[in-house]
């Protein structure tokens, strides 16, 4: 007698009886010989102590610096008029600041740079201190870029670790040399620095205990954030599925489902009340459907990325399809759930299934050669070595996933809360968005080294060479309406790389640029001060307009992105009906508890 088929493969076989098992696909895609075990072994006890960084991908960057430098004495001599003309505007500034504190400046900080801004930096001598460290860093940057020969990568390796150093050593970092830090200790009589060293205990007692920072236990999931009301509706080994609650009498016919990231909990898009885009989801007559992945452990090293869309994207479509019958879905996902969530949509549209009504990407990267400055990360020796830890440890630590993004912008996310907290005695106030930054999960091993491997060294995604089930899929077999949300200042997914969704070969696509970060950029409702956005639709048969000139082309418009992204979806509606019940247990997808779940609480 035959066995009984699998949910995933019952979900296949509905839509396509000849996709009912997507096979693995092997670790690494490199065709060198599998690495000896005692040399995994000797990687991951280095990669303990170097931070997960590999010390020959470093080695290499600096060679190849070090050696194009070296022969080229037409760049020695450029460095050298520039030391003289910095040494000699410095000068003459410091005898102009002598009777003039308010003479201008010799070098202005950067437009991001917020470590001088205070009117303290203008009082001798720390005018002095602060406008020599900026030519310094100004010289330094040009002793590491502009050199003939130095490959893109390792000539932005070099620069970046040279900027680190200097931010270790800026004039902001100490107590002699920073006028803010002396005036408060003067003030206080030293109180200051007491608090400060009580600070530093209390949170490195809780790093030890592997607790959150202090002041995050007031955003608990369940409790202050993700209080949205809904119901878990299914769960396997690496999602639950939530269904909010309507609170409206009628609802717009095709329901919503998002996919977040898995890199960190769903709950970002359901905040607090006031800034939660489910709620605001709801309040508007839609059905919506959350996926909450499950935080891996060791004993899911082996998961990989078709694992995340068979038991992610798939299995949701088909439990929301098994709710709301008969009706197209409207999905939306969220950094790498975008990314993922574009991978199934050219899947499906491949084999067929016309089950997606809409698409939207957040902060969604499809294009990969200009990935922001985590490329810097991303390299064949770096990702040797990271494959090594990972294979050692079963995942990849969120403490070692931070510690990355950290670095990218270390003055404003590691220096500034040390002088903060530990030389002035402050604590930071936490938002609710800090709080969720710092619940992190993990990255099961096999799925990040292929994600890092095939998406972000190969770019096999965009160049139709990521195959699933054994065939290529390309994106430019997805013909649903598109939108995709990119934010001005991203690191993590920059906008420019973001636009490169319209490269695709010609689906209808509304793109959006709004203002803020990775984060801060997408959880931007109405009413919230200082937002704005530019926005144009680009219809099937468009020509092609480039970034820059697209930017030029269309002026911001003030306030929330998310009304305009929500009119879009209200457009591609059938229109409305009553509201389906939470879960089908008819169809096997009974409630199994309130939302947020308990997923989100693994740590």
Same mark, same amino acid.
């Given at each position: ?59 290499? $960057? ?57 009117? $303290? ?27 003939? !020969? ?24 100490? %107590? ?65 599925? %939530? ?15 998002? %996919? ?10 359901? &905040? ?12 508007? !007559? ?27 994207? @798939? ?67 770096? @990702? ?29 996310? %590691? ?54 089930? !054994? ?41 959006? &640029? ?49 009304? $305009? ?39």
């Amino acid at each position: 007698m035959d066995r009984p088929r699998s949910n995933l493969e019952q979900a296949l076989q509905v839509h396509d009886p000849k996709e009912a098992h997507l096979p693995s696909q092997p670790w690494t895609v490199t065709d060198v010989e599998p690495p000896a075990t005692i040399d995994r072994l000797i990687h991951a006890a280095k990669g303990r102590v170097t931070g997960s960084i590999s010390p020959v991908s470093l080695a290499l $960057a600096y060679l190849d610096w070090a050696l194009h430098l070296s022969e080229s004495p037409g760049k020695w001599q450029k460095l050298g008029e520039k030391a003289m003309r910095k040494a000699a505007r410095f000068a003459m500034y410091s005898v102009h600041a002598q009777t003039d504190r308010d003479c201008d400046l010799c070098i202005e900080p950067l437009p991001q740079d917020r470590r001088f801004r205070s009117e $303290a930096w203008r009082r001798w001598p720390f005018n002095l201190i602060h406008q020599s460290f900026l030519l310094n860093q100004q010289w330094w940057y040009n002793v590491t870029t502009g050199i003939g !020969g130095v490959s893109a990568h390792h000539e932005q390796v070099v620069s970046f670790i040279a900027r680190q150093l200097l931010d270790t050593i800026s004039p902001v970092n100490y %107590i002699a040399t920073n006028p803010e830090v002396l005036d408060t200790t003067v003030r206080e009589g030293g109180v200051n620095l007491l608090r400060g060293a009580m600070n530093f205990i209390e949170d490195y007692e809780r790093s030890l205990a592997g607790k959150p920072p202090a002041g995050f236990e007031d955003f608990m999931p369940g409790k202050h954030v993700a209080i949205t009301p809904g119901k878990v509706v299914y769960r396997n080994r690496l999602i639950e599925l %939530i269904q909010y609650a309507p609170t409206t009498k009628e609802v717009h016919a095709e329901p919503i489902l998002i %996919i977040p990231a898995w890199i960190m909990k769903y709950y970002i898009l359901d &905040l607090s009340p006031h800034n939660s885009l489910v709620r605001y989801l709801v309040s508007r !007559g839609h059905t919506v459907f959350m996926v909450s992945w499950h935080n891996p452990t060791a004993q899911d090293r082996d998961l990989d990325m078709e694992d995340y869309l068979r038991l992610g994207v @798939l299995e949701a479509l088909n439990a929301v399809q098994a709710i709301v019958p008969q009706r197209k879905i409207n999905t939306v996902g969220y950094c790498l759930g975008g990314t993922l969530l574009a991978m199934a949509a050219a899947y499906l549209a491949q084999i067929g299934d016309e089950r997606v009504n809409s698409l939207t990407l957040l902060a969604a990267q499809t294009d990969f050669t200009e990935a922001g400055e985590l490329t810097l990360f991303i390299d064949d020796s770096q @990702l040797n070595f990271l494959d090594d830890i990972m294979w050692n440890q079963g995942f990849l630590d969120n403490r070692q996933m931070a510690g990355a993004f950290q670095l990218l912008r270390s003055h404003d996310l %590691i220096w500034s809360l040390v002088v903060q907290q530990y030389l002035l005695g402050g604590r930071q106030t936490v938002t609710d968005l800090m709080a969720w930054n710092a619940d992190a999960t993990r990255m099961p091993a096999r799925m990040h080294s292929e994600y890092l491997h095939r998406l972000f060294l190969k770019n096999d995604l965009f160049a139709g060479r990521y195959k699933i089930n !054994g065939r290529p899929i390309s994106l430019g077999d997805i013909r649903v309406p598109l939108f995709a949300v990119a934010t001005e200042t991203d690191h993590v997914a920059p906008w420019t790389s973001v636009y490169k969704i319209n490269l695709i070969a010609d689906p209808d696509i509304t793109f959006l &640029l709004t203002n803020g970060g990775h984060n801060a950029g997408i959880v931007s409702e109405p009413g919230h001060k200082g937002r704005h956005y530019r926005m144009a639709h680009s219809p099937s048969g468009t020509n092609y307009i480039d970034a820059e000139n697209w930017f030029l082309s269309n002026p911001p418009v003030e306030g929330s992105w998310w009304p $305009a992204w929500a009119g879009w979806v209200e457009k591609h509606a059938s229109g409305m009906a009553p509201p389906p019940e939470m879960g089908a247990r008819k169809n096997g997808y009974a409630p199994l508890g309130d939302a947020p779940g308990s997923y989100v609480m693994e740590r």
